[in-house]
């Protein structure tokens, strides 16, 4: 079992800057990824930005050169450093962790956190 602890989000203006962060507990498995997706109201959720256990990155076009995923894998922690943000930004964000053993494959899920970018 993987548990998700998420925090970061909040009220933002737009032009400002949130850090969001999840950091993964467990045993009995090993994490393949992590990254964040985020869920507008009346959207579908999307992915924003992965980040694998040997440090390749993927971000959504939309926010490319705004925001930056990082892990520590010491503390089994992702990051994800949100500048210049905009009204469109706004969603729930929740963290995705995946993990595999011998004989499985997962995907976790955090509870979500909320972004808000408004003046």
């Known amino acids: 079992q993987v548990q998700l602890v998420e925090s970061g989000g909040g009220l933002v203006q737009p032009g400002g800057s949130l850090r969001l962060s999840c950091a993964a507990s467990g045993s009995g498995f090993s994490i393949r990824s992590m990254g964040w997706y985020r869920q507008a109201q009346g959207k579908q959720r999307e992915l924003v930005a992965v980040?694998?256990?040997?440090?390749?990155?993927n971000y959504a076009d939309s926010v490319k050169g705004r925001f930056t995923i990082s892990r520590d894998n010491a503390k089994n922690t992702v990051y994800l450093q949100m500048n210049s943000l905009k009204p469109e930004d706004t969603g729930v964000y929740y963290c995705?962790?995946?993990?595999?053993?011998?004989?499985?494959?997962?995907?976790?899920w955090g509870k979500g956190t909320l972004v808000t970018v408004s003046s």
């Open positions: 995705n962790v995946r993990v595999y053993g011998m004989l499985f494959e997962m995907d976790y």
């Open positions: 980040i694998t256990s040997g440090g390749q990155t």
